[in-house]
């Protein structure tokens, strides 16, 4: 990891700084993304000629209100960059996310982009993956309590995403289990284990996926820059 001098800006606007005219641009989903597709949106209405991809439906209603022209991930052969933020980075740049329930849709983005650049606030650095408590996995509707216990079996404490009392529905139609963690000592190996479970559609764990990552700290921007992205 190298990290650049601290520079007086906001990580959305550092962020479309790195769009140029004939990108095509993933759209991340959150706080974080919704902040850089709105300057993103400022740039479209200034001429700036690109396609975006979005990562849910919420982030594509919002971009086609800014006027960004949209695609779709089966119609291109790859994003130029994505741009998407994370529940936690840890100091290898390997993330949890899924708060905002896009995980599965955000990490096949990630996969094919040429440059996956990651938005976060000083709080989401944490010293190992699982240091928040909280692991999100996607996961059918179809049998959810049996692939719970199978998450139960791996030391995982899975719990049903629900919202207004009712199941959470992620844009794919399934449900999340957010599986209570702790610091989690081999990452890729309980990614392994989760993603061979049946009934798991994909896990918040995107490990050696970010190129780069922009660290809000107060009214500065920290660039953290990785080598050797899996993309």
Partial sequence: MSSLPLVADTIAARAAGFVHGGMTVGLGTGRAATAFIEVLGSKVRHGVAIRGVATSETSAQLARQLGI?????????????????ADEVDPLGNLIKGYGGALVREKMVAAASHIYVILVGEEKLVPALGARGKLPVEVLQFGQKATARHLEALGLRPQLRVAGG??????????????GT?????????????????????????????????VQRGSLVEVREFKGALH
Avoid: H
Wanted: proline share 5%; glycine share 10%; net charge negative.
């Fill in 182 to 214: 702790g610091a989690i000592a081999n990452a890729a190996e309980l990614e392994a284990k989760i993603v061979a479970i049946p009934g798991v559609v994909g896990t918040g764990l995107f490990l050696g996926l970010a190129d780069t990552v922009l």
């Fill in 166 to 179: 009712q199941p959470s529905v992620t844009d794919n139609g399934n449900y999340i289990l957010d599986c």
């Fill in 69 to 85: 022209p949209l695609t779709t991930l089966d119609d291109v052969e790859f994003l130029d960059l994505t741009v998407d933020g």
